[in-house]
């Protein structure tokens, strides 16, 4: 479905692309391709395989609160990563855990809440 979202944006007038911005300033507009809001890491894959395939460029935001610019590029598919929000593995012992990249610390700090005083629920970090 990624791939197929890139390959028709490739194929659309600059006039029908999308603008996009920071969440505070708004002071950051920029037109983009297209925005992918890939749920999986098979998906994020999808789009990196799509930008290559059609000679595109990427662009990654989470919560677009960097107010300056620098996660927008003219042109390219902005890959929204805030659907990459999971808890991938907790480590209570040593104080770590693997979290996908568009978590945000609401989430975070709810899952960190959620889980004291109780044995944590862990699973193995993907591998990629």
Request: glycine share 10%; proline share 4%; charged share 25%.
């Amino acid at each position: 479905m990624v791939r197929a979202e890139m390959l028709d944006a490739s194929r659309r007038s600059r006039d029908t692309a999308t603008i996009v911005n920071d969440v505070h300033s708004q002071l950051n507009a920029t037109r983009v391709a297209n925005v992918v809001r890939p749920a999986s890491l098979d998906g994020l894959i999808d789009a990196v395989v799509a930008a290559r395939d059609t000679g595109g460029h990427l662009s990654v935001a989470g919560g677009r609160h960097a107010m300056g610019g620098q996660q927008f590029a003219a042109g390219a598919t902005l890959v929204d990563a805030s659907r990459l929000d999971r808890v991938l593995a907790f480590d209570r012992g040593a104080g770590l855990v693997d979290v996908e990249a568009g978590i945000q610390w609401p989430r975070l700090v709810r899952f960190l809440h959620d889980t004291r005083g109780r044995s944590p629920r862990s699973r193995p970090a993907p591998t990629a």
